[in-house]
């Protein structure tokens, strides 16, 4: 992966990050593109969680916005990093209840895609979510876990990661709909995921997770889907190491997805 050319901002002495005009604009069309897509497509627990974070639609809002919501919500906070961090730093703040968020947001040439998460994916993506009780008790523990995992288990662990908090679609009564963040701060996505005919739907299985390949710049051939939130709460409880080194023996399943070009 080629170095970042984004720097995430600081505060400055007042305590808070001072956005530019350009960059509280490029969230305000992100906000007004995104709060449209979601509907009927994002899942009632994520649409409520989003009603109480309450974010602004005409400027970035601060972390500590986010934390007097989040905080009584869950016990969660975020936690301002810089553009890219360690997997032993990723792991830390997810173990102690911290979400990382990169205090910069994408340019309006990569309004559409950007394989960095910027602060928009990360607040509007995530943080509805880490209001519901079971996503973040699942995502707690799945930090935990990744604290003590060595460097290959904690490659099996990152799909569990991406098919649920980034890419997890969820049935409910009216049909099939997205909690993953992945998916819900990507327009593209959001609209593929839910109207398009194209990509798989498999249940939810554990072991087929961890063994299922995935690649961060197209768009997912294979969504898991819960049947519940409420499941998270009873995946956190499973010895998932356990599955974790099964996977390991296992294998991977063979990539639906034509594997990525190396340069020439
Ligand atoms: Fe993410």
Not at 3 to 25: F, L, M
Not at 161 to 181: C, D, H, K, P
Not at 206 to 233: A, K
């Amino acid at each position: 992966m080629t170095a970042s050319t984004y720097v995430a901002r600081k505060p400055g002495p007042d305590g808070n990050i001072h956005y530019t005009e350009e960059e509280n604009a490029v969230w305000q069309t992100l906000m007004t593109r995104q709060l449209n897509c979601v509907q009927h497509r994002a899942c009632n627990e994520y649409l409520t969680g989003l009603a109480r974070l309450d974010l602004p639609r005409d400027r970035i809002p601060q972390l500590d916005e986010i934390n007097r919501v989040l905080q009584p919500a869950t016990g969660w906070r975020v936690a301002r990093v810089p553009a890219l961090i360690s997997f032993d730093r990723f792991f830390e703040l997810l173990a102690s209840q911290q979400f990382p968020v990169a205090t910069f947001i994408r340019r309006r040439e990569d309004l559409d895609y950007l394989q960095e998460p910027d602060i928009f994916h990360e607040l509007f993506g995530h943080c509805a979510m880490l209001t519901h009780p079971a996503f973040a008790r699942f995502t707690h523990i799945y930090g935990q876990l990744g604290q003590n995992a060595t460097p290959r288990e904690r490659g099996f662990l990152a799909r569990l990661y991406w098919f649920t908090v980034e890419f997890g679609l969820l049935n409910t009564l009216e049909g099939r709909r997205i909690y993953g963040g992945g998916i819900l701060s990507s327009p593209g996505e959001t609209q593929y995921a839910f109207e398009s005919d194209k990509p798989e739907f498999r249940p939810f299985n554990m072991l087929d997770v961890l063994r299922t390949p995935y690649r961060i710049d197209i768009m997912q051939p294979i969504y898991y889907v819960l049947d519940s939130l409420d499941d998270l709460f009873a995946i956190a409880g499973m010895n998932i190491m356990a599955e974790v080194h099964k996977a390991q023996q296992m294998g991977l399943f063979a990539p639906t997805f034509t594997p990525k070009q190396t340069a020439v």
